[in-house]
């Protein structure tokens, strides 16, 4: 089995849904964020500066105070494991930040692994004997402490994400699992995020013969237009194409299956998006390749009327 790389996993998460992701957890904080004056500065800060500390800081984010020019940084560092000089790293990060940009730093450390129990510390100190000459204070979030229950009403596809990581005992992790994707089912989201979200939930929700039938029996209960939507994201959708080329022995059949899927979920979207359309659009929507398709479900996001979609498909068909 591959390894999971869980700092690129989540850095890539927190990423593509940092507003979802502070809204969530910190919403004060997320009511002075100028939502619409984002810039990620997830570079090297550290170049030529203290070079036994350099490293890329997991997401650094720098907005503007809402309703204001000023501006301030958020740094979100993604921990694995608890490190002993980690305050003085991040001292060091939060200092080169603001020497660099000139802007307060708001630090937040997120201990994703859900083995870590005890609470870890959220200062740092420079003391000289008892006196205390600096004070670092940082927010930590620990999933490993989170109770996965008392999330699962948010309406807030981060929620459905993270909460494959909290405290859940293995008994639990085809309920978990089921309402994880039941959550992402009701998220107004791109293709690319509602699927990030889905593989996400499927890396650490792994479950074995047993807890898939549980789950599978606990899924046919649920209510029919919520199933269809979660049939669409659950990444075992993907697998199930690749059973179906084994079975006819040819590639060809996990292109079948993904096509399929891919199709059920534009339809559905169009549907929502410009009412229902004509038996020949579908036509030359099924004529469509499966890349063709993937390009489709991106593009018909910004689709307000039946035309755009017309204009769309010939021009692919010219």
């Not at 100190?125 to 930590?140: A, P, S």
């Not at 009403?153 to 089921?178: G, Q, T």
Request: net charge positive; glycine share 4%; proline share 3%.
């Amino acid at each position: 089995m591959m390894k999971l790389n869980h700092d690129a996993r989540f850095k890539e998460l927190i990423s593509n849904l940092f507003i979802k992701f502070i809204a969530l957890f910190f919403p004060d904080l997320q009511k002075q964020i100028d939502d619409k004056a984002l810039e990620f500065l997830d570079k090297e800060f550290f170049t030529g500066i203290l070079s036994d500390y350099r490293r890329e800081a997991d997401i650094v984010v720098k907005t503007r105070f809402r309703g204001a020019d000023a501006y301030f940084i958020v740094l979100v560092e993604g921990q694995g494991r608890p490190e002993a000089d980690f305050g003085q790293r991040l001292f060091f990060y939060v200092a080169l930040l603001h020497l660099r940009e000139k802007v307060p730093v708001y630090p937040i450390i997120v201990f994703y692994n859900p083995r870590i129990k005890k609470p870890q510390p959220d200062t740092y100190q420079i003391k000289v004997g008892e006196e205390v000459i600096l004070e670092l204070r940082y927010h930590v979030l620990q999933l490993g402490q989170l109770n996965w229950r008392d999330f699962v009403r948010h309406d807030n596809p981060v929620a459905a994400a993270l909460m494959a990581r909290m405290n859940i005992r293995r008994e639990e992790m085809p309920y978990v699992k089921l309402e994880c994707l039941k959550l992402l089912a009701k998220a107004k989201l791109n293709r690319k995020r509602m699927r990030l979200i889905a593989e996400y939930v499927d890396a650490y929700l792994q479950l074995d013969l047993e807890e898939e039938k549980i789950f599978q029996q606990e899924f046919a209960k649920t209510e029919r237009r919520q199933k269809e939507v979660v049939m669409e994201y659950v990444t075992t959708w993907e697998r199930r194409g690749i059973a179906i080329g084994l079975e006819q022995g040819m590639e060809k059949g996990k292109e079948i299956g993904l096509k399929e899927g891919e199709l059920r979920l534009i339809f559905r979207q169009l549907k929502q998006l410009i009412g229902a359309i004509s038996p020949d659009t579908k036509k030359r929507i099924k004529n469509l390749s499966l890349p063709q398709l993937e390009q489709l479900s991106d593009a018909l996001l910004k689709f307000s009327s039946k035309d755009d979609l017309l204009a769309w498909l010939k021009k692919q068909e010219s």
